[in-house]
Nanobody, 118 residues
């Protein structure tokens, strides 16, 4: 599975951005796609995930109610709509895929930088 994240940029606090993750390769065999982020000097953290088949979602507490993860119908794109952005959302955002329940996220795309100015 190959993943390509895009959509990052500079936005003011309170603004919105939508990230996209384009998937190719063995996407029909993959179980779920997740978004992660890594802020400067911090460890990478989970943001949100969605299963391909049923669209089951889960979110980190820090983004619940502000971010929405969704998938395209063709099972090749996952989106992360980010609203009410805060300065602490500034990070490099990565999308990743896991092939089955409980498996690690083995497939990673390159990151896209989101900068929120206060």
């Amino acid at each position: 599975v190959q993943l390509q994240a895009s959509g990052g940029g500079l936005v003011q606090a309170g603004g919105s951005l939508r990230l996209s993750c384009a998937a190719s390769g063995r996407t029909s065999s993959s179980y779920a796609v997740g978004w992660f982020r890594q802020a400067p000097g911090k460890e990478r953290e989970f943001v949100a995930a969605i299963t391909w088949s049923l669209g089951i979602t889960n979110y980190a507490d820090s983004v619940k109610g502000r971010f929405t993860i969704s998938r395209g119908n063709a099972k090749n794109t996952v989106y992360l709509q980010m609203n009410s952005l805060k300065s602490e959302d500034t990070a490099v955002y990565y999308c990743a895929a896991r092939m089955r329940v409980g498996a690690p996220y083995d497939y990673w795309g390159q990151g896209t930088l989101v900068t929120v100015s206060s």
